[in-house]
């Protein structure tokens, strides 16, 4: 990697955590400029506009949390195991608190309420992550119905939407109340539901 890539991966990387932390209206050239040490020039080398390096930082961000979900069920054979394996990597949000990425909350919920209106572009690209984790999880439930792993008779998009807005859901109400109690009773209940609902 080029020094030049190298500038950019940690422009991109500090800016991710700026903006799931502080928002991206909320984040002022002044402050990526400050968490970055570079001046605004430095960071316009890289970028063609600071909703360039939105798009760039939210696809980072992402990427991280994908990166976690490949991880999570890479060695799991099993449907059950493999989503109870991806609903289990929200423990970082109780585990692992102060990472960059994890700090701000879930930076696909984030952006996701942040962009409703406001930025159609960061709207777009958190949609397309949302249906991208969705067809993740519809996939290991089709193939687990296929294995005889998950009952035949489940509503797949229904499962899917329940575990997601469960786990967003009680990401919000955790860090609204600074109390990770919420997401530790959705953690709990989707496993629970997993076991009891949907395994054959």
């Known amino acids: 990697m080029s020094k030049g890539e190298e500038t ?5 990387e500090k800016s991710a955590a700026l903006f799931n932390q502080q928002g991206y209206a909320g984040s002022s050239m002044s402050d990526i400029m400050q968490v970055t040490g570079l001046q605004k020039g430095g960071i316009y080398n890289h970028f063609a506009s600071k909703d360039d390096l939105a798009l760039q930082a939210f696809d980072y961000a992402v990427s991280q949390i994908q990166q976690r979900f490949r991880e999570a069920w890479k060695d799991k054979n099993h449907a059950i195991e493999r989503l109870q394996a991806i609903i289990n990597v929200f423990r970082a949000y109780i585990d ?15 952006t996701a309420v942040e962009s409703d209106d406001a930025h159609p572009a960061l709207k ?3 949609k397309q992550a949302m249906n991208s984790w969705s067809d993740l999880l519809s ?3 089709r193939k687990g119905i296929k ?3 998950i009952q035949p008779n489940i509503n797949v998009d229904e499962v899917t939407s329940i575990i997601i807005s469960t786990l967003e859901g009680s990401v919000m109400m955790s860090k609204l109340c600074d109390d990770s109690i919420h997401l530790e009773r959705a953690i ?11 395994k054959a």
Do not use: T, V
């Open 188 to 198: 709990a209940h989707l496993n629970n539901y997993i076991n009891s609902s949907l």
């Open 147 to 149: 294995k005889g792993e």
């Open 124 to 126: 777009a690209r958190a």
């Open 96 to 110: 692992n608190p102060e990472h960059p990425i994890m700090k701000g909350g879930c930076p696909l919920l984030n």
């Open 139 to 141: 996939r290991i439930i």
């Open 8 to 12: 950019k991966a940690m422009i991109i």
